[in-house]
């Protein structure tokens, strides 16, 4: 079975850009969340979507946005990017069937610059 | 979420036990232990979680006290591939994804 996938890898981006990054959860799971690791640090939990809707939000500013879609695949956004955006962002899945443990994906790599 | 405790390293030496503690001393009667471990560069790995009984999976072993403010996950043969960032969370599982991550425990296994 495919786990947590997550595009792109790794990008790099300028001060002021905006970012999109793509997770699709392990099939059957409709939960979604989503993560920020900066270096050195654990990862810091910034949204999770059930069904489509929001269920919680970390303590990040409202560059930060994200959305999921009808086959539960999600797309976190950030907006005016700043070089402290710059980190390894997480994407985890969840579904009943595992008694909602959060599966993570590989992670997407962005720098800005 | 209650906070956990974990001593920021340890080292074991490979085919030995490694036992990993937290402390969890403001836990609710609700809330669940978690592991997961993140080896270098890549998403942190579900490992075991528990309620108030010992659990063990093929993974690992996890011994939570009577009182439940610590628990001890245990590898019961360390291999160089267990060498990773170590996490202990505590969480109401069901209903709430959010996990609270501290700085976890960076195992070291030494051939």
């Known amino acids: 079975d495919a786990g947590v996938t997550q595009s792109p890898t790794h990008l790099i981006k300028t001060r002021g850009q905006h970012v999109t990054l793509r997770c699709s959860p392990i099939s059957g799971h409709k939960s979604v969340s989503w993560y920020q690791q900066v270096l050195g640090q654990g990862p810091q939990f910034i949204f999770q979507?059930?069904?489509?809707?929001?269920?919680g939000r970390g303590n990040f500013p409202d560059r930060f946005s994200a959305r999921q879609f009808p086959n539960y695949s999600s797309e976190l956004n950030v907006n005016a990017l700043l070089l402290g955006d710059s980190a390894l962002y997480l994407c985890?899945?969840?579904?009943?069937?595992?008694?909602?443990?959060?599966?993570f994906g590989p992670g997407t790599r962005l720098t800005v610059t | 979420d209650a906070k956990t405790t974990q001593p920021p390293s340890m080292d074991c030496a490979e085919g030995r036990a490694a036992n990993l503690p937290c402390n969890h001393s403001?836990?609710?009667?609700?809330?669940?232990v978690y592991w997961y471990r993140q080896i270098h560069s890549q998403g942190p790995q579900y490992i075991i979680h528990g309620l108030k009984n010992n659990e063990t999976n093929e993974m690992a072993s996890l011994i939570i006290t009577e009182d439940r403010k610590s628990s001890t996950l245990i590898l019961p043969h360390a291999t160089l591939r267990d060498t990773a960032v170590y996490y202990c969370i505590v969480r109401v599982p069901f209903g709430n994804e959010k996990l609270t991550f501290g700085t976890g425990t960076r195992l070291t296994i030494i051939p």
């Open positions: 985890a899945s969840s579904g009943i069937e595992q008694g909602y443990e959060q599966y």
């Open positions: 979507y059930y069904e489509k809707e929001e269920r």
């Open positions: 403001t836990i609710s009667g609700n809330e669940y």
